[in-house]
């Protein structure tokens, strides 16, 4: 009788082979049977990454048992610390530390994620040298004490990773892990929208640029049968946006005498409009006029103040400035009305958002960017009709180049 082959059962095999209920060979970072079908390797771990003064489980279970619950929240890398701990692993070099244990493994997915952020996911954000030493460094330090923080961080991120992450295959998992952290991020902000003061001013500040890079970098599918997603879509970003604005005001004075000054210090790069945008910006001038004479119930004033502001970004776009805070400059100096407008889809206010499109075209470079100008240009000019679209002419040929119209199709 032939013997039977010993069995070693895998006991620290990966979440998706216990799923399976298959053999794991406990390869790392990725097991064979997770290699050959493609699929997120990752390993469970008893307790996640500590705080560096909290009570590993088993002690916190010990003194539940005796009747003398700390109140501790779940073991969590973004668990909220104790008020008296920044640091997480404890001390590298104390003295009197525990001996490391299995208990104290690492989410190496999250670690994956700040090491991403730190060699290049803060370019996103930072606009020079100086803001680079905050996004790089200061922003990932609040991170440690707001877990909301932290979780926006790792967000943008894995956004990041899944838009322009070299291993295709794994942008869907990617883009999972950015939606998960995203909304605890948010779940966490919200509590505190209502007290924001100078211990948390930093982070609620940083999130708040956070959240807008992220809305504008996460994909959308296009519809071409309706392109009215497209402008409702960009809506929701440009509310979002003004909305985060009434965030960073609030402790701006503060901030501006803190290690987070370099960020609000904006250079303002004004540069003279060439001829054909100047051209542009009058002839969007006569034409809100002439429908103003025309309807007593244009709304005029609202039309004049965003083509100023247009005319305004533009002329930092042409003094060199392409960093996010153009996009969210523009949108922050709207008239309110005009985002009213917008909604009730009336025709002048399409014709200034392609003419915002031409402000997301010198943004393209920036990955969260790159698909908007297109989408826009293309939305605009199926919704307008004949009398409107001559309005749209510059910024289309800006956006899609002299020969938009054969483009439109291949779009």
């Known amino acids: ?34 290699a050959k079908r493609h699929s997120e390797c990752e390993y469970g771990s008893s307790s996640s990454l500590l705080w560096a003064n909290e009570e590993p489980a088993v002690g916190r279970q010990s003194s539940r048992a005796s009747g003398s ?8 890398i973004l668990s909220s610390p104790p008020a008296d701990s920044l640091g ?13 244990t299995p208990t104290s493994a690492l989410n190496l997915h999250d670690l994956e994620l700040m090491m991403h952020w730190c060699n290049d996911t803060y370019h996103t954000l930072s606009r020079n040298e100086r803001t680079d030493l905050v996004w790089r ?7 440690l004490a707001h877990p909301f923080l932290m979780h926006g961080i790792l967000a943008l991120s894995a956004l990041h990773l899944a838009r322009t992450g070299p291993e295709t295959s794994r942008r869907a998992a990617y883009l999972n892990r950015a939606v998960t952290h995203q909304n605890q991020a948010l779940a966490l902000f919200r509590e505190l929208l209502g007290d924001i003061n100078e211990s948390n001013a930093k982070a609620m500040f940083a999130f708040a640029g956070i959240v807008v890079v992220y809305t504008f970098g996460f994909p959308h599918t296009p519809d071409v049968q309706d392109p009215w997603t497209c402008v409702d879509d960009l809506y929701q970003v440009l509310v979002l946006t003004r909305g985060v604005q009434q965030v960073i005001r609030s402790p701006a004075d503060y901030l501006s005498h803190s290690n987070f000054a370099p960020i609000l210090q904006v250079e303002e790069v004004h540069a003279r409009l060439p001829e054909d945008a100047t051209a542009t910006i009058n002839n969007l001038h006569e034409a809100n006029e002439v429908c103003g004479a025309r309807d007593q119930s244009h709304e005029t004033e609202v039309y004049t103040a965003t083509i100023d502001n247009i005319a305004e970004m533009l002329s930092w776009v042409y003094g060199g400035m392409t960093s996010s805070v153009i996009a969210g400059r523009w949108a922050i100096k709207l008239p309110p009305r005009f985002l009213e407008l917008l909604r009730e889809r009336e025709p002048m206010a399409l014709v200034m958002l392609a003419h915002f ?22 939305a605009v000019w199926m919704l307008l009709d004949d009398q409107w679209r001559p309005l749209v002419h510059w910024a289309m040929i800006g956006i899609l180049g002299e020969n938009y119209l054969e483009k439109m199709d291949t779009l």
């Not at 619950?69 to 969590?76: A, F, K």
């Open 1 to 34: 009788m032939a013997l039977r082959r010993p069995h070693r059962k895998s006991r620290h095999g990966c979440l998706e082979c216990k799923r399976r209920r298959v053999k794991c060979d406990e390869a790392r970072p990725t097991c064979s049977n997770c």
């Open 69 to 76: 619950d700390s109140g501790h929240p779940s073991d969590s």
């Open 88 to 100: 997480i692993l404890g001390r590298l070099s104390g003295d009197g530390l525990p001996a490391a």
């Open 137 to 143: 460094n200061a922003v990932p330090e609040e991170a």
């Open 357 to 378: 499109g031409v402000l997301l075209q010198y943004l393209k470079h920036r990955w969260c960017f790159d698909e908007w100008c297109v989408r826009v240009a293309k």
